[in-house]
């Protein structure tokens, strides 16, 4: 008989959460969009409780994404703050030099220009800038991202 570890059940639960955030961008069902959310939680739950390391940014990071993506369905501050917090941990686990690290500092740096636009707390609009310009800052001068990261 095979067994499951929570190591494995961690990463089955990922891609089931990712597989399921597919669904939503396909049917664009709320529903879709809340079982991925509430699988990927699971997630990283169990990676939390196990120790695990390897994977955590980017489960921080999806988890992120996705409550992002409910704030813009339905206005929720919740959501943003949660994506917020979550985007915040992906950028603070994200080692050096990752080719992630890009890409986590600029949807942190999204996340919290909304709240600023929405919500006005100036202090959100410093903590934007700082994580644009760090984003900038890690692109190469070849990278094609570069002119509209810049603009």
Not at 2 to 17: E, K, P, S, V, Y
Not at 58 to 76: I, Q
Not at 113 to 120: L, P
Request: include cysteine; aromatic fraction near 6%; proline fraction near 3%.
């Amino acid at each position: 008989m095979f067994a499951l570890t929570d190591a494995m059940l961690q990463d089955n639960l990922h891609g089931l959460g990712n597989a399921q955030h597919d669904l939503f961008n396909t049917t664009n069902k709320k529903e879709d969009l809340n079982v991925s959310i509430s699988t990927t939680r699971n997630a990283l739950e169990i990676a939390i409780d196990i120790g695990a390391i390897s994977g955590r940014a980017e489960l921080f990071f999806d988890l992120g994404s996705r409550l992002y993506t409910r704030f813009e369905l339905e206005s929720k501050r919740p959501d943003l703050d949660n994506a917020i917090s979550a985007l915040r941990r992906a950028v603070e686990l994200t080692p050096n030099g990752d080719s992630s690290q890009t890409v986590h500092l600029n949807h942190l740096a999204v996340s919290v220009s909304m709240r600023f636009n929405r919500f006005g707390e100036l202090h959100d609009l410093d903590e934007a800038t700082t994580a644009f310009c760090s984003a900038v800052e890690l692109m190469h001068d070849e990278d094609p991202n570069l002119p509209e990261a810049l603009s």
